[in-house]
């Protein structure tokens, strides 16, 4: 398979596969610039409570279109979708290509704005009534270099009736600081639209 069919909704049952029985061999679905990098990068974020959500293709409701997500679908943007049960946070750790180009050799900050949006509406849709984002602020703080591998993540900061306040971080595996965005979310009053 090569890294454009690499689509999440085949590649998680493969990486699962991998990490619970074949820890020292990477699936070959997996492209070799970045899957030894998620293979060191994965277990400490399970460690944090973390868990890999699979299956994404056979969502209902408001998730059954999911494959057709503009982040998710993305062929330059590769991403394993967590979360953590205790509090609803959201991990995704992406590898972001080489077609996501803004300025030369760095991520578009339109892509890395995508990126946290999707992330942060996964925790608020996955944590409670569908909602959806009506105001984004975002804060760039380091260009992303292309061909490397990112965690973003989201989480609800406060629910008050039909808006939600919500936070997101996009980073480097070592900690370092790339976007960080509050956003704030609504329930449509009326008809819930397909995602
Ligand atoms: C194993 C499984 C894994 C699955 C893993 C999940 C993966 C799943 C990934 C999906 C990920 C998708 C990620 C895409 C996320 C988007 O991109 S969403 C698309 C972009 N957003 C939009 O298109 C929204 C456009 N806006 C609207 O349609 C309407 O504003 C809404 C949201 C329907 C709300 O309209 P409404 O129901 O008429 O509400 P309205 O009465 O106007 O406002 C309600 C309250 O909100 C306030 N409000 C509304 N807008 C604003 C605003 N912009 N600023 C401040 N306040 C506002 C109002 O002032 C009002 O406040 P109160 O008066 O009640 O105090």
Redo the contacts with the bound molecule.
Sequence with gaps: MSSVDAHPTIVYPHYVRALDEEKAQLPSSFPREYSEEFQHILPKLLQRGFHI????NN?KGN?SN?SK?FV?SHPHIHVV?LRRALDGAVIYLAYVGSHVQGPSGFMHGGATAALL??CV??AV??SGPFA????MNVQYRKPVPLNSVVIVEGYVEQTN???TVAGGKMYHPDGALYAEATL?F?R???VEPK?
């Design positions: 959500l699979t299956k994404l969502q998730l999911i997500n998710l979708i949006d999707d509406s996964s849709l996955l959806m984002t009506v105001q009736g039909r808006k704030l609504v449509p009053r009326l995602m």
